[in-house]
Structure formats: structure tokens, C-alpha cells
């Protein structure tokens, strides 16, 4: 629990030294719950730059379900363009509704999803 506290005061701080510490505690083998704050730490302190891209879109592999949804809802919340291939493979093809739900809500986020053919057909209420 302190490490998820120390993780969200370095995220509200807004510190980029911060970064890499919360990349260490996003990763396979630490607590759950952690790992959720970390990877929003991370995201938030990455400012849209390459590597955290990187790192969130790999995340969208991760074997732990709501690490998963988190890694997606950063990538629609931040606007990463560069997700929308990666977050469209899983709004089409995820087992897991609510994991798909997220990124059909993500690849909304991101705008234009629709119109560039990215969400399936069973989502355009999802952009006005």
C-alpha cells in the first residue's frame, strides 16, 4: 500500500525522475494494484514521449488483465496515435468484454477512429 501511495505522489508531483522508478514497479512480478498505479505513474510522467508509448503498448500484452486495462485507458487518455493499430486488434478480437469495451473507448478517445476504419462495426456510437 505505501508503494502505491509513494507511486501516485510521484505522478501528482509531476517529477520526471520519477519515471523511471514507476517503470520498475510496473513490471510482471510485483503486486497488482502497484502495477496499476505505477503504469498511470509512468504514462502521466512520460508525457506522450516515444518510450512510454512503447512501454504502454507492450503492456497491452501483459498476462494480468487490469494491467492490461490500464496500459489501454493511458493510451486513449494520452493520446498516443501510435497505439490505434494495437488498440484496434483488441477492440476486434480481446475475449474479455470489458477489456475490449476499454479499447473501443480508447480508440474513441484517440478521435476519428471510425472514419479511418479502425473500430469494428459494432461501435460507431461510440463517436459522435
Known amino acids: 500500500m505505501i508503494r502505491r501511495y509513494a507511486l501516485s505522489g510521484l505522478r501528482d508531483l509531476g517529477d520526471k525522475r520519477g519515471w523511471d ?21 509512468f504514462s502521466r510522467l512520460g508525457g506522450r514521449d516515444e518510450k512510454t508509448a512503447d512501454l504502454l503498448i507492450a503492456l497491452l500484452e501483459d498476462q494480468n488483465l487490469f494491467v492490461r486495462e490500464r496500459a489501454i485507458r493511458e493510451l ?30 480508447a480508440l474513441a478517445r484517440l478521435g476519428g477512429a471510425t472514419r479511418a476504419g479502425l473500430l469494428p462495426a459494432s461501435v460507431p456510437s461510440l463517436v459522435p
Not at 517503470?23 to 498505479?37: A, F, K
Not at 486513449?76 to 473507448?105: H, V, W
Open 76 to 105: 486513449g487518455e494520452g493520446g498516443y496515435q501510435k497505439a490505434r493499430a494495437a488498440l484496434a486488434r483488441i477492440a476486434d478480437t480481446e475475449a474479455q468484454s470489458s477489456t475490449r469495451r476499454a479499447a473501443q473507448a
Open 21 to 41: 522508478i514507476a517503470v520498475r514497479w510496473s513490471r510482471y512480478g510485483n503486486p497488482t494494484q502497484t502495477r496499476i498505479v505505477a503504469v498511470e505513474a
